[in-house]
């Protein structure tokens, strides 16, 4: 597991890094068990990156998205862990924000600091 996090962490594509370690990792009951623990951390520079990286980690079964955008515009916020939660209530996942506590009480989300 821990190549697995550093091969993904280490990559310029760290999505499709991931998405390709878990089509091979996948072998066993163990080993899905283990990938459903992983939480994937959002990575983006817009809104629009932010979210189709979000659906795309959903799309391949991710069960926790935590939403982390450094120096993001309030508002561009607000709107990508509306859309975040709406996607996680989707997939049934959970969904939370990391640093932001006033926005996750708004928003009923759970926080990350």
Request: overall charge neutral.
């Amino acid at each position: 597991m821990a190549a697995l996090l550093g091969a993904v962490w280490e990559s310029e594509d760290p999505l499709g890094v991931f998405m390709k370690c878990r089509e091979n990792y996948f072998i066993s009951k163990k080993n899905r068990a283990t990938m459903e623990k992983l939480q994937y951390i959002s990575q983006g520079k817009t809104r629009a990156e932010q979210e189709v990286n979000i659906r795309k980690a959903l799309d391949h079964g991710i069960n926790w998205v935590q939403i982390r955008w450094k120096n993001a515009p309030e508002k561009e916020l607000i709107s990508l862990c509306e859309t975040s939660k709406s996607l996680c209530s989707e997939y049934q996942s959970v969904c939370i924000i990391n640093d932001h506590a006033e926005l996750a009480k708004i928003l009923m989300l759970t926080v990350s600091i």
